[in-house]
């Protein structure tokens, strides 16, 4: 469908995927290709709804990951482009040797399409082996789907295994997707939660606060 726009009005924005207009001064003539119903067309001249920030500190949960079991559900869902933050503590073992949730760097086993440490901490969104991340000790993961979080240490055979981890576990929003949690943007590092480079410099809020750290 297409559709004449007023001489008058111009876009000023996009703003995740819905566009913002305003009325001023043009002397160009603009035309736009509009896909839908001509009310989706209403809307968007009607003005965007800004989206909304969740301010609140996420709830923590404390998830204890076996040695010797495959994958652990964790009873805790997130949503795509979530930012999932875990912290494990402990030690499990194998028949040789005792290790953290970072594992043993000299021996790396590759798991689902993942490279990590042998007896490192390993966590899976959903059922879907292509989302399988290394965790360690401690990392912030983006969520690539939704589903429910699972974890399991990164083992060929179970035999000799023993021991487990705590983890502790986040979930947090992300409103302009830019890998940092709208909660950390507003109460630990003062940056925008709603623009991806906050200043403007063209390095984005989490390259700087990765140089921070």
């Not at 001509?38 to 965007?48: E, N």
């Not at 979530?82 to 503590?89: D, E, K, P």
């Not at 993961?141 to 429910?148: D, L, Q």
């Not at 943007?185 to 984005?204: A, Y």
Request: charged share 20%; aromatic share 6%; hydrophobic share 35%.
């Amino acid at each position: 469908m297409k559709a004449s726009i007023s001489p008058h009005i111009r876009v000023i924005r996009v703003i995740r995927g819905c566009l913002c207009f305003a009325v001023v001064p043009a002397t160009e003539q603009l035309r736009f290709i509009v896909l839908g119903m001509a009310g989706v067309l209403a809307m968007a001249v009607a003005g965007c709804t800004t989206p909304r920030v969740n301010q609140d500190r996420p709830e923590e949960h404390l998830v204890t990951v076996q040695a010797s079991q495959l994958w652990q559900p964790s009873g805790i869902s997130a949503n795509k482009g979530n930012i999932v933050h875990c912290g494990a503590t402990g030690q499990w073992s194998d028949s040789f040797a005792g290790y953290g949730a970072d594992g043993n760097p000299d021996n790396m086993k590759t798991h689902l399409g993942v490279r990590a440490p042998a007896s490192g901490l390993l966590m899976r969104i959903g059922d879907q082996t292509n989302m399988v991340y290394f965790i360690g000790k401690e990392t912030n993961v983006v969520a690539g789907a939704s589903g429910e979080l699972k974890f399991r240490n990164n083992f060929s055979l179970p035999l000799g295994m023993r021991g487990s981890l705590k983890v502790r576990v986040t979930v947090g929003t992300d409103t302009d997707g830019d890998g940092v949690s709208d909660y950390e943007e507003l109460r630990t590092w003062q940056t925008n939660p709603l623009r991806v480079d906050s200043d403007g410099d063209n390095f984005s809020d989490l390259e700087e606060i990765n140089d921070r750290r």
